[in-house]
C-alpha cells in the first residue's frame, strides 16, 4: 500500500498570502494524484487531478505540480474561504486508493 | 445538478448490522463507478468501497473486507454498503462519492454526498 504524508501539519497564514502544501508518495505514484479541500462539517471537494489539472469550477488561484513522489498544491492568493484542511490522494496503486492525513491552512 | 443523499446510519452495538444508502440524481447513475469513503471523527479519510458501473467489478479495503457489502440499483439510481459485524472502529461519517470518470474508472471522487454517521458503541 502507498503512503502519502503531507506537511506541514498546520499553516497559518494571512488572507492574500500565497499557500504552499507538500505530499510525498512512499513510491512513485506517476502523475496520479489529487487534492481535495475539506471544511468543517462538509464534504470534501476535489480541486485537482491528475497533479495538475483543476477540476471543474475550481479557481485559477488553486495550482498543482509534481510527479513521481513528490507534488505540490499552490494557493497563489488565499481567500477567507480557502481556510480549510487539505487531502491529497494517490490512484496509482488502485486499489487501495489512499489519502494523505491532511495538511490544516488556517487563519494567522 | 448532480446530488448525492446518504441514509441509514445511527446508533448500533458492536457485532451488529446497519445498511447504508446513497440516492443519487442529476447526471446518469448508470454510467459511473460508485465509492464509499469514511471519516472517523477528527481523523482522515479512508476508502471503503468501490463498485463499477454494471457492478461487475467490486473492491473493498481490507479493514472492512468480509463483513461489508457494496451493492447499487441502476433503476432506482440508488448505491448501499451493508455493514455487518460491526465495531467500534467502524465509527465514522460515511460518504457516498462519485468517481470522475464516465463509463471508466478515474479513481478519483468529484462529487460527494453530505455523509451518514455511523457510531459502534454499547
Known amino acids: 500500500e502507498i503512503v502519502l504524508t503531507q506537511s506541514p501539519a498546520t499553516l497559518s497564514l494571512s488572507p492574500g498570502e500565497r499557500a504552499t502544501l507538500s505530499c510525498r508518495a512512499s513510491?512513485?505514484?506517476?502523475?496520479?494524484l489529487a487534492w481535495y479541500q475539506q471544511k468543517p462539517g462538509q464534504a470534501p471537494r476535489l480541486l485537482i487531478y491528475d497533479a495538475s489539472n483543476r477540476a471543474t469550477g475550481i479557481p485559477a488561484r488553486f495550482s498543482g505540480s509534481g510527479s513521481g513522489t513528490d507534488f505540490t498544491l499552490t494557493i497563489s492568493s488565499l481567500e477567507p474561504e480557502d481556510f480549510a484542511v487539505y487531502y491529497c490522494?494517490?490512484?496509482?496503486?488502485?486499489?487501495?486508493?489512499?489519502f494523505g492525513p491532511g495538511t490544516k491552512v488556517d487563519i494567522k | 445538478e448532480v446530488q448525492l443523499v446518504e441514509s441509514g446510519g445511527g446508533l448500533v452495538k458492536p457485532g451488529g448490522s446497519l445498511r447504508l444508502s446513497c440516492a443519487a440524481s442529476?447526471?446518469?447513475?448508470?454510467?459511473?463507478?460508485m465509492n464509499w469513503v469514511r471519516q472517523a471523527p477528527g481523523k482522515g479519510l479512508e476508502w471503503v468501497s468501490s463498485i463499477s458501473s454494471s457492478s461487475s467489478y467490486i473492491y473493498y479495503a481490507d479493514s472492512v473486507k468480509g463483513r461489508f457489502t457494496i451493492s447499487r440499483d441502476n433503476a432506482k439510481n440508488s448505491l448501499y454498503l451493508q455493514m455487518n459485524s460491526l465495531r467500534a472502529e467502524d465509527t465514522a461519517v460515511y460518504y457516498c462519492?462519485?468517481?470522475?470518470?464516465?463509463?471508466?474508472?478515474?479513481?478519483?471522487?468529484?462529487?460527494w454526498g453530505q455523509g451518514t454517521l455511523v457510531t459502534v458503541s454499547s
Open positions: 513510491q512513485s505514484v506517476s502523475s496520479y
Open positions: 462519492a462519485r468517481d470522475r470518470g464516465t463509463m471508466i474508472w478515474s479513481y478519483y471522487f468529484d462529487y
Open positions: 442529476g447526471f446518469t447513475f448508470s454510467s459511473y463507478s
Open positions: 490522494q494517490q490512484r496509482s496503486n488502485w486499489p487501495p486508493v489512499t
